[in-house]
């Protein structure tokens, strides 16, 4: 059991002087002893780990360790390099690592972070609970996380967390599809539409976000019957989709078809992340959708993917979610600069994110929806060229 709260600050060269003696230092002598240990502290470093590290007094250029979840997917891939770029121009050094959605891989590639003296962890969890014990250790070393995208639960030893508005994120996505259907418009009171429902991974927090901003935006149609969820399938743990992955929603989307929609259509699918919005379009089409006389169903997504993006200019995908990670990445960087330099990061929220040990003060960034008709947003912000999405 654990019980220090504070967090350990790196030895002072000084402390390695015995007492006894430290008791007869004048303060030249002193001065002197600790610029001579300085300099043999940070030589060491460079021996023992290959180039110089970071000044012991101060955590001007240390190493930032970036633990991300997985390659797997390019906006991760985007997130990685912007800190790292944006790191490195503040003076730091970055090590960037990705965890192949294995939590024991971001375990081991936190553990080794601590060991080769980072003094900061940005770190988007593969499982939100995983991370317990590593940080308690990180703790220990008196290095400071920022919980990046998605929070990290059960522990007091996260400092920041930097992420996007993901209850916003959910209820634009549910109110894109009460708009695409027309559902808010008096003359459509009497008609009801067939709707499917995709959940993320259970292991990530941000879930059950976008799940509940959904479902409040959603849920009143549900209640008067103008949207029929024909599978059932109404709760979030029946929709879960693990690790996000696209192939495990386009099993589940081929099933549901299969099983509720014989003759019937489905008019709109809610999909939390474009990789799952790849998944159910391959079922739709596997199943005939997309075809002449047959036409998609409504199908949100999140992350604003290039293959999903061009889906969407193509007409398949309906709409997904802008998240610049360009933006989270210089969030991720003014509070880890501040936390390196003593001084406290803006925030703009501290009331939303309890991870069940604290409260976790935030920086929420503005997520913004994007679908056939502004995806030139994406050129005019210099996110995508206009080559890449021709
Ligand atoms: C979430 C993130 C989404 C999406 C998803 C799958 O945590 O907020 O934007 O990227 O993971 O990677």
Redesign the pocket.
């Given at each position: 059991m654990r019980t220090r709260t504070t967090p350990t600050p790196p030895p002072h060269p000084a402390a390695s002087v015995p007492r006894s003696r430290r008791a007869l230092l004048r303060p030249a002598a002193v001065a002197a002893l600790s610029v001579l240990l300085a300099a043999s502290v940070t030589a060491c470093g460079q021996e023992a780990k290959g180039g110089s590290r970071y000044h012991p007094a101060s955590n001007k250029g240390a190493t930032i360790g970036i633990a991300m979840?997985?390659k797997a997917?390019e906006?991760?891939i985007a997130d990685g390099q912007n800190m790292a770029k944006q790191f490195q121009k503040a003076g730091y050094k970055t090590d960037l690592q990705y965890g192949d959605n294995q939590v024991d891989n971001q375990v081991a590639q936190i553990e080794n972070m601590i060991t080769k003296g980072d003094r900061l962890l940005v770190i988007?969890a593969i499982d939100g609970r995983a991370l317990t014990d590593v940080l308690a250790h990180a703790h220990d070393q008196g290095i400071h996380v920022i919980s990046y995208?998605?929070l990290i639960l059960g522990t007091p030893y996260v400092d920041y967390y930097a992420?996007?508005d993901?209850e916003r994120?959910g209820k634009l996505q549910g109110q894109y599809i009460l708009d695409k259907l027309g559902l808010e418009k008096p003359e459509k009171g009497g008609k009801s539409y067939n709707i499917e429902l995709f959940a993320?991974?259970s292991d990530?927090n941000?879930t059950k976000y976008f799940w509940s901003g959904a479902m409040k935006v959603l849920k009143p149609y549900f209640d008067t019957g103008q949207l029929v969820v024909r599978s059932h399938q109404t709760a979030m743990n029946q929709a879960f989709t693990q690790q996000?992955d696209g192939g495990t929603a386009q099993k589940r989307m081929d099933d549901l078809l299969t099983k509720n929609y014989g003759t019937d259509t489905v008019d709109a699918v809610l999909s939390?992340?474009d990789?799952i919005s790849i998944g159910v379009l391959s079922a739709l089409k596997s199943a005939g959708y997309g075809s002449k006389g047959h036409p998609l169903p409504v199908v949100t997504g999140?992350?604003a993917e290039l293959a999903s993006v061009k889906s969407i200019i193509r007409g398949e995908q309906t709409q997904t979610i802008f998240?610049d990670t360009r933006k989270l990445a210089a969030q991720a960087v003014q509070m880890g600069n501040a936390v390196l330099n003593d001084k406290k990061p803006e925030v703009n929220n501290t009331t939303d994110y309890n991870n069940g040990k604290r409260l976790v003060p935030a920086y929420l960034l503005n997520p913004v929806s994007v679908d056939k008709s502004n995806t030139h947003l994406l050129v005019d912000e210099g996110y995508y060229t206009k080559k890449q999405l021709s």
């Open positions: 979840p997985t997917s906006r991760w988007a995208d998605r992420s996007f993901n994120v993320g991974s990530d941000n996000w939390p992340y990789g999140q992350d998240k």
